[in-house]
């Protein structure tokens, strides 16, 4: 018997796509706190009523709404076809298709991101990204590079973690001067550059 996860409305999706849209369109115009569920539904040409059967309130449409980013991400991460190379050859595709992922929602990501207006999605992205900086300390090799640095294990996870998100934040702000590749192609550059110096 099949046990693959129910397929979600085609009708669901499309709402809770013109929510997000509508969301991601306002807060380029205004802070979250201006955001009202009538104001909301206006953009995103639904009736208030039909915003109350996807979410409580904004707070839980923005829990949701973070929730669905941190999913897509980790499908990204989790790819088979990324599994299945060695761990340096690996890290390279993982990092070009997520900053390709990024890219092609920039407008997403530029809002939620990039502006300070909304820390539940900087938050959750940041622990996602200590998530993969803790699993490459915890291999054998990256295990044996930290002792040789005298880095503390916490202290190289924070600063590991905060640098690529704040690399990435960066880049979108700048409206992605760079191609996801070049960027990724950089990011393993600077992390050789470290392993030299120590």
């Known amino acids: 018997m ?6 979600t409305d085609p009708r669901i999706v499309r709402t809770r796509r013109l929510l997000r849209d509508a969301f991601v369109e306002l807060l380029e115009e205004l802070d979250v706190e201006k955001i009202s569920v009538n ?3 206006e953009r995103a040409t639904i009736n208030r009523v039909t915003f109350y059967l996807h979410y409580r309130d904004i707070p839980d449409m923005m829990e949701k709404m973070a929730d669905d980013m941190i999913e897509d991400i980790r499908a990204i991460l989790q790819s088979p ?3 299945q190379l060695s761990v340096q050859e690996s890290e390279w595709p993982l990092m ?4 390709q992922h990024i890219a092609e929602h920039c407008r997403f990501y530029k809002v ?3 502006t300070r207006r909304t820390p539940i999605f900087t938050e959750r992205f940041l622990r996602l990204l ?3 900086v803790v ?3 915890e291999r054998p090799e990256g295990e044996a590079a930290l002792a040789a640095t005298g880095v503390q294990r916490d202290i190289a996870v924070w600063y590991g973690s905060s640098a690529l998100i704040g690399t990435i934040i960066s880049w979108l702000r700048h409206d992605m001067p760079y191609t996801p590749v070049y960027m990724a192609k950089q990011f393993m550059l600077l992390r050789r550059h470290h392993e030299k110096k120590s």
């Open 2 to 7: 099949d046990h693959a996860a129910p397929r």
């Open 39 to 41: 104001r909301l539904a």
């Open 81 to 83: 076809a990324s599994r």
């Open 96 to 99: 070009v298709n997520l900053l």
């Open 112 to 114: 939620i991101l990039a």
């Open 130 to 132: 200590t998530d993969m």
């Open 135 to 137: 699993e490459r300390i």
